[in-house]
């Protein structure tokens, strides 16, 4: 398909030209983007997330899709909620496209911050549509975990549950103090390759296999989580998930581990995002990444680009300087 003149219009060069690709257009509207922002939690490196924020706005995609876990949370007391969210909605106060929120086990660690959640954003699993393609966001915190579902970096290290308040100021001064070790110890208490606590209800999979039947004409469906259920075997909810989409097309995304990996399963790409300013939860540097995802929808699938934010710089240029996981 070449250009219509209104597009672009070229001098009479005759068949030798310094152009080429013509036919490789890109076939719009078929196309758009959007930007993946993931975890800023748990123990946020400063200043990292508000930098993907205006890498967003530099980019200029479609809209953007927040994966989980905007503020520490595991607290019950209004006043610190409160708090929590006035901070995060001005970090996202700059952004300058459409937004759309996955909640994640910080977010909504106790039925008072899911009750928050709903009080301030209506709805913890739904769907939209943008171009033929069904974008199904659910809530992988169906119902909130206990402690004793997770390790790691979302375990009060005392061993409390997380209906107790959460000692975030040991965390802080433990992480502070020596980041490397704070990182070595999670990853010696939870297995970030083995299952995953992912908690779907029957009622939240029976409305999104419900969905994804309504929706049997898009071209291509994303499924949006923040804990990764396909990790260890397919969690029953999105096994019916994928029994309802029936072979179409689709492609998972999920956080919460802080660490990029990607898996293939039966042909999809399932996604697991690394940090957008969570802390480091291992030390090994492979998928260990501050980043933004850019996906850009084709007529043929998702095509998807992770940013690093350290190389990502506006028109006002400066110094590149890559942290590192560590510093000494």
């Known amino acids: 398909m070449k250009p219509s003149a209104p597009l672009l219009q070229l001098p009479p060069l005759g068949a030798a030209a310094p152009w080429t690709g013509l036919d490789r257009w890109p076939q719009r509207p078929e196309e758009f983007s959007f930007v993946l922002l993931s975890d800023r939690t748990g123990l946020p490196k400063p200043g990292v997330f508000e930098r993907a924020i205006a890498a967003t706005n530099l980019l200029r995609p479609d809209f953007a899709i ?6 520490e949370g595991y607290t019950h007391r209004p006043e610190q909620l409160a708090a929590e969210w006035a901070e995060f909605d001005a970090m996202t106060a700059p952004l300058q496209v459409p937004l759309f929120r996955v909640p994640g086990n910080h977010d909504v660690s106790n039925p008072t911050m899911s009750a928050d959640w709903l009080q301030r954003y209506g709805a913890l699993n739904y769907h939209f549509r943008f171009r033929d393609v069904l974008f199904l966001v659910l809530n992988t915190q169906d119902p909130p975990q206990r402690a004793s579902d997770f390790a790691g970096v979302d375990q009060p290290v005392d061993g409390e549950e997380p209906e107790r308040e959460l000692d975030l100021g040991k965390l802080q001064r433990e992480h502070a103090a020596d980041p490397r070790a704070f990182a070595k110890r999670i990853e010696v208490a939870i297995d970030s390759e083995g299952p995953q606590a992912a908690h ?14 309504e929706h049997a004409d898009v071209r291509w469906t994303i499924i949006l989580m923040h804990i990764p259920a396909w990790q260890g075997g397919l969690h029953p909810g999105l096994a019916q998930i994928r029994d309802a989409l029936a072979g179409r097309p689709y492609t998972a995304f999920a956080g919460h581990l802080h660490n990029y990996q990607r898996r293939v399963i039966d042909g999809f790409e399932h996604i697991r995002l690394g940090p957008t300013g969570g802390c480091w939860v291992t030390t090994r540097e492979a998928g260990n990444f501050d980043h933004i995802s850019w996906v850009t929808m084709t007529a043929q699938g998702p095509r998807i680009a992770n940013l690093v934010l ?16 560590f510093p000494d």
């Open 66 to 71: 927040q994966i989980g876990d905007c503020i």
């Open 310 to 325: 350290d190389g990502i710089l506006g028109a006002e240029g400066g110094e590149f300087r890559p942290q590192p996981m």
């Open 200 to 213: 779907l209800s029957a009622e939240q999979a029976d409305w999104a296999a419900s969905v994804v039947r």
